[in-house]
């Protein structure tokens, strides 16, 4: 049975940094692509970013050259890095193994 499990979210001031990880368990990890999202408050959940099993990655526009995403095939672990955030990062943010199973999310909060 695949798990995902996200950690490492939490309140931090705009223009702070904050690194995101997702553990698969479950699954033959490295074959599979591995996306993030987020679900802003009262808002639709959206596409952030994504890993191929290749390595080869994808971002939305609004996080291009603030976000990272990155992969580690032998701790089956995916890891988002954010760095200037804004009050707009604010939100759920839920990563998704290979186009099927979602984690319960973790938190963001960007303010002043």
């Known amino acids: 049975q695949v798990q995902v499990v996200e950690s490492g979210g939490g309140s931090v001031q705009p223009g702070g940094s904050l690194r995101l990880s997702c553990i698969v368990s479950?699954?033959?990890?490295?074959?599979?692509?591995v996306a993030w999202y987020r679900q802003p408050p009262g808002k639709q959940r959206e596409f952030v970013a994504s890993?191929?099993?290749?390595?080869?990655?994808e971002y939305a526009d609004s996080v291009k050259d603030r976000f990272t995403i990155s992969r580690v095939n032998l701790e089956k672990t995916v890891y988002l890095q954010m760095n200037r955030l804004n009050p707009e990062d604010t939100g759920v943010y839920y990563c998704?193994?290979?186009?099927?199973?979602w984690g319960q999310g973790t938190q963001v909060t960007v303010s002043a």
């Open positions: 890993i191929a099993g290749s390595g080869s990655t």
């Open positions: 998704n193994h290979n186009n099927q199973y």
């Open positions: 479950g699954s033959i990890f490295s074959w599979y692509p």
